[in-house]
């Protein structure tokens, strides 16, 4: 298993990017061949929504969708699901809320812990994003998370932001400071047609990303 230590989003990006370029096995998703870690775990010590680095090279689309998707009340007619609707609302129930009120109810509790998976969903988009923890240690609010998949050069920095910003909400909204936040990749890849742009991210660290998921992906996303 890999490990990733940052200070930043942004820094824990990049060194999970040249883990996979480094020591990623070739396989494929569908038609389209990656390179993948299995088992990835990272940990961020000062994360923060407004990254620099991240909202330099991230692709500002991606990032728009990517925090529209975490947000409550927003329903996405290309997807049969957002993390909003699984964190807020999954099956009438609003879990941000009932995390909070674990954690206001008694801070040192180890059970803050929310699923994002609805069993038996017959249905092949699964959310890569299935498990998020908060725990309360000296005061300080700690995000855990446990990522099935995750596109490391496509997706990840997006999703880093997304999670950083739930978890600047909830710290405000229990009143406690703001910890680090730590994770696990099971499946952490890049897409081959990715590589040379990863590359020159990790090597010159002035690119732009350009998302070419939709266009260049697996057969099934393509049509």
């Not at 725990?135 to 855990?144: A, D, M, S, T």
């Amino acid at each position: 298993m890999i490990t990733i230590k940052s200070k930043t989003l942004g820094d824990c990006w990049q060194k999970c990017i040249a883990s996979v370029l480094s020591y990623g096995e070739k396989y494929y998703d569908e038609d389209v061949a990656l390179f993948e870690i299995l088992g990835m775990s990272v940990e961020i010590l000062h994360p923060s929504s407004d990254d620099i680095f991240i909202n330099h090279a991230g692709d500002k689309k991606v990032i728009n969708k990517m925090l529209n998707k975490f947000s409550k009340g927003i329903i996405m007619e290309d997807r049969p699901f957002t993390y909003g609707q699984l964190i807020y609302d999954i099956n009438g129930i609003d879990q941000f809320e009932w995390m909070i009120k674990r954690l206001e109810n008694k801070p040192e509790t180890k059970s803050a812990t929310i699923s994002l998976i609805i069993p038996g969903l017959d249905n092949p988009n699964l959310p890569c994003l299935s498990t998020l923890d908060a725990k309360i240690r000296n005061g300080v609010l700690h995000l855990q998370f446990f990522f099935r998949s995750q596109n490391i050069f496509g997706r990840q920095y997006a999703n880093l932001l997304a999670l950083a910003n739930l978890h600047e909400k909830l710290a405000d909204r229990i009143g406690c400071k703001l910890g680090s936040m730590r994770g696990y990749i099971a499946s952490a890849h890049i897409y081959e047609y990715d590589v040379a742009a990863a590359k020159e991210l990790v090597d010159a660290r002035s690119i732009q990303v350009t998302d070419h998921y939709y266009t260049m992906g697996p057969k099934s996303i393509r049509s």
